[in-house]
């Protein structure tokens, strides 16, 4: 579904990704950890194409298809969906509203016909449910008041609607207690199917308790620098980051 | 980086287009001739002669102001002809008389004027280059007793009434447009719904400038009798042209006590093109007059024109009465726009609400101007202004100029302002979710300015809206 080859990106100048090479097939959950720094959510925000980031070089094939020649809202037509780190707020916008816009143009680059409110209601009613939210948030505008966790099911709620091929989580446990970490995670599984896939990008090891991966990949100085299976996430729990750095032959810095 | 912000500021107006009519437009230049022959060509009574006459003598001696924080060559007032009508516009008995041409023009407009096709529940007054070319639903409206005609129709059939309030609100000697706009206004709306009526429908004025040199000085006057009820939605348009056409208006609401008026603008004249060039100077006076426990509501929407100078204000003469202003005004490539609201409290317990979004794209700078005055013999008057700017891109301007003035100690005035700047990473976010460029900030932008939009009428809303995004389309940068 998706193959990176040898990507490298810079942002203001600097290079932040050294050569990053990837496959995620349908059916398939990534875990991609790493130090802080070490370039995961730069991966995250290059994959959805955000233009403050700059590919200096390498490809990402999409379903047959070249992914960064496409605008960030074709990719996510095509089924791209990034969970971001630190949604955004846009106040006065009904998350009903934006909601239902983003759904509808995915479904017009889909050749379907756009869904009418009262529809739409029906739809949404169900997926609320997946992330324990109620439907007065619908009326609330996006993002704007929320707490850190409702930033976050929000995310998977619009995951959810959307319905995406490659979701791609960026942090998606960070700042969240333990219950918001569960509901995350069981909405998370409960969107899973053999036709899409999923890349979680985190720090921890804890959300990988929730959401198993089938691969996990360490990411360190703009590199995958150790692949391995989901044991690999519990080894670095318990281990730290060092030991693989020092097997890759990166200076371990002055960790705390 | 940003080029998304910027494609999306510049999309053409699409009510450029000139109609071709026949037009009566009097030879450019202003004299006590200009004037009098205005009032002769629509048979005015002498008294209203006099009123005009006295309004150019005044205007003589008064001085274009320079206080806006605008900037424009000057205008030539020699150079501009002061009266411009369809020709044979004259008396007509029905819609079936108007021009095939004008009507095709409202249709283009999107304004039918054709009573079948009316939108059910919106009465309209259709002003063509000053000259009011049919109002609808008017046999409607006089069963419920609403007057609602041409200003130059009502002169002749309810002289008393206009009489009695013309010039009570903005007097000919307010300021240098507003004595101009005395002198030679040409047409315009009249509206009054007696006492304890609520106007069964919305009342709307659409306004089109079509000639070339030709300024356009139309007036409206609004009474609600006692205790009544009226909602007015202006909506202007003008064909693109090179060069500058000034439109000076006025506005005068009267709300005696217990009435109710709602008065919305969406105001998309010609704006001129990306360098500047053309475009209408919108320099326009709207004051209302409210009376003991009445209320006057302005909302305004401002997409278009190269300069707007203008200040919808309410004088809150009566005890318990209450004002309110809400306003979104953007501007974008080289548009100007200093605009505000003015509220004096005179009476005791009025009440105050300004609501002010401004948006600024391109090379655009957009100034708020608002005065708070609370008199010595209003008591317990209250004052609650927001006023939020936003910016799109970096070459355009936000000013804001707040003036209050308190003379009465048990005054309560709070005043909120912000400045936000549209972020790229707002608009990736909606463009992750699959939205384009130009949804995402027209999505943005009608966020930040939905307080305002919730006052329109539902259908001018969603225009509104529309207009928004057109104005800013390109913007993006």
């Known amino acids: ?256 | 980086m940003s080029t998304d912000i910027e494609a999306l500021v510049n999309r053409e107006y699409q009510y450029g287009f000139v109609s071709d009519i026949a037009a009566d437009t009097v030879a450019p230049g202003l004299s006590e001739d200009v004037v009098a022959l205005i009032s002769r060509k629509k048979d005015e009574p002498q008294w209203l002669l006099d009123w005009r006459l006295k309004a150019y003598r005044r205007w003589l001696t008064m001085k274009e102001p320079h206080w806006p924080n605008v900037t424009y060559p000057p205008i030539d007032y020699q150079g501009t002809s002061y009266y411009s009508a369809p020709k044979s516009v004259k008396p007509l008995q029905s819609l079936d008389e108007v021009d095939p041409e004008l009507l095709r023009t409202y249709e283009k407009l999107g304004i039918p004027l054709n009573e079948q096709k009316m939108l059910s529940g919106v009465a309209v007054d259709a002003i063509f280059d000053s000259v009011s070319v049919g109002t609808t639903m008017k046999t409607e409206l006089r069963k419920h007793g609403v007057i609602f005609c041409s200003f130059t129709e009502a002169v002749h059939e309810f002289p008393d009434l206009v009489q009695k309030y013309l010039g009570s609100v903005v007097p000919y000697s307010d300021n240098f447009f507003a004595a101009l706009n005395s002198a030679v206004f040409s047409d315009g709306s009249f509206c009054y719904v007696p006492k304890g009526v609520r106007c069964p429908m919305e009342l709307s004025t659409y306004f089109r400038i079509n000639a070339a040199e030709t300024g356009q000085f139309e007036r409206t006057l609004l009474v609600a009798d006692e205790g009544a009820y009226v909602s007015y939605l202006e909506g202007c348009t003008a064909p693109k042209r090179s060069t500058n056409q000034l439109h000076a208006a006025v506005v005068e609401l009267v709300a005696l006590d217990g009435a109710t008026i709602k008065y919305s603008t969406v105001q998309n004249w010609y704006a001129g093109d990306k360098d500047g060039v053309g475009g209408i100077y919108n320099f326009v006076t709207k004051r209302g007059k409210a009376m003991k426990g009445s209320k006057i509501s302005w909302t305004q929407v401002e997409t278009g024109s190269a300069i707007t100078w203008k200040y919808p204000s309410v004088i809150l003469q009566g005890d318990d009465s209450t004002g309110e202003f809400y306003s979104v005004a953007v501007v974008n490539n080289r548009q100007q726009a200093d605009t505000g609201t003015k509220m004096i409290h005179v009476g005791r317990n009025t009440k105050s609400t300004i609501v002010s979004k401004g948006i600024s794209a391109g090379r655009g700078q957009n100034s708020y101007r608002g005065k708070v005055h609370v008199l010595p013999k209003a008591e317990h008057a209250r004052n609650y202004t927001q006023c939020d700017s936003m910016l799109v891109g970096n070459a355009c301007g936000a000013h804001t100029f707040p003036y209050i003035e308190v003379e009465n100690k048990t005054a309560t005035l709070e005043h909120e302002a912000s400045t936000s700047k549209i972020g790229e990473d707002q608009i990736f976010y909606l463009k992750q979710r699959g939205l384009s460029a130009e949804q995402a900030v027209s999505m943005i932008v009608s966020g930040f300015c939905r307080e305002v939009f919730k006052e329109l009428p539902m259908e001018f809303a969603l225009e509104a809206q529309q207009l928004l995004g057109i104005t800013l389309e390109g913007s993006v940068g």
């Open chain 1, 1 to 256: 579904m998706l193959k990176i080859d040898n990507l490298t990106a810079s942002v203001g100048g600097t290079q932040i990704l050294n050569g990053i090479s990837l496959t995620v097939n349908a059916g398939e959950v990534h875990a991609i950890m790493g130090p802080n720094g070490s370039g995961k959510s730069t991966l995250a925000q290059v994959l959805a194409g955000h233009p403050a980031y700059e590919v200096t070089g390498g490809t990402v094939t999409f379903q047959g298809a070249d992914l960064l020649d496409m605008d960030p809202e074709v990719r996510a037509q095509h089924g791209v969906f990034l969970a971001f780190q630190y949604p955004i707020e846009i106040p006065g916008v009904t998350n009903a509203y934006f909601l239902r816009a983003a759904y509808n143009e995915i479904r017009k680059a889909k050749g379907l016909d756009e869904v009418d409110p009262m529809d739409f209601l029906d739809l949404m009613s169900d997926r609320l449910k997946l992330v324990e939210m109620d439907e007065a948030m619908l009326q609330r505008s996006v993002n704007a008041g929320f707490s850190g966790g409702e930033k976050k099911r929000n995310e998977i709620l619009q995951m959810a609607v959307l319905d995406p091929t490659l979701a791609i989580l960026d942090e998606t446990d960070s700042g969240l207690d333990i219950d918001a970490l569960r509901i995350v995670a069981h909405g998370v599984n409960a969107l899973k199917k053999p036709t899409n896939a999923t890349i979680v990008v985190t720090h921890y090891q804890r959300l990988l308790n929730h959401i198993v991966p089938d691969h996990v990949h360490v990411l360190a100085a703009g590199r995958i620098i150790k692949s391995g299976g989901k044991e690999l996430a519990l080894e670095l729990e318990a281990r730290g980051y060092d030991w693989v750095l020092e097997e890759a032959g990166l200076a371990t810095g002055a960790h705390a």
